[in-house]
């Protein structure tokens, strides 16, 4: 486990290196969820246009899944209490900060990644197959947004790696329970 720590910290420090600070501009922007409410407003349109009569039942599935998600993740940090790279005293002289932002004491797992990858993972189950280009799409926002976490200097890779698998992991299994539940509800909504 040491061995992976170590490497952590070593594609942390390259990756959180990349920077200059137009890409800081860029990073920060991206790291704000304020900013990614049209592409919501977006998505909930295109869920809407496909599937009309379940539209509040998909709302609320993919309400519960991102509150799912971000709320488990809190218990990850707590119950590992892995430090951020920008609280972590070995490494704190190296890490790049953009606006002294860092975030709460721990990292793993990275909220931002499991969030926007379990709305992806939604995204892709619902949409994708009427959409062919938004699997592309939303799993380009995912890694940007999820990669920005570590330009920041609020967390190491395996944080957001994690983070990511988590989001997905939880999506599809509430998915499988609420068609198991509910199948007149969401069980169309692939075709």
């Given at each position: 486990m040491e061995l992976i720590t170590q490497y952590d910290i070593k594609l942390f420090l390259f990756l959180n290196g990349l920077n200059s600070p137009l890409l800081d501009s860029i990073m920060y922007f991206v790291s704000q969820k304020w900013v990614w409410i049209p592409?919501?407003?977006?998505?909930?349109?295109?869920?809407y246009k496909k599937y009309k009569t379940q539209i509040f039942y998909l709302l609320f599935l993919v309400l519960f899944i991102i509150v799912l998600s971000d709320q488990s993740s809190v218990i990850f940090k707590n119950y590992f209490q892995r430090l951020r790279p920008c609280h972590n005293s070995d490494i704190i002289e190296l890490v790049h900060l953009v606006k002294n932002y860092c975030g709460g004491t721990y990292g793993f797992i990275s909220s931002h990644a499991s969030n926007v990858f379990?709305?992806?993972?939604?995204?892709i189950l619902y949409l994708g197959y009427s959409y062919k280009w938004i699997s592309i799409f939303i799993l380009l926002w995912a890694?940007?947004?999820?990669?920005?976490?570590?330009?920041?200097?609020?967390?190491?890779?395996?944080?957001?790696?994690?983070?990511?698998?988590?989001?997905?992991?939880?999506t599809l299994l509430t998915v499988i329970v609420f068609k198991k539940i509910k199948p007149q509800y969401f069980n169309s909504a692939q075709q």
């Open positions: 592409l919501y407003l977006f998505l909930l349109f295109l869920l379990a709305l992806a993972t939604f995204i890694a940007i947004v999820s990669y920005s976490r570590i330009y920041l200097g609020a967390h190491f890779p395996i944080d957001v790696l994690c983070g990511a698998v988590w989001g997905i992991f939880v």
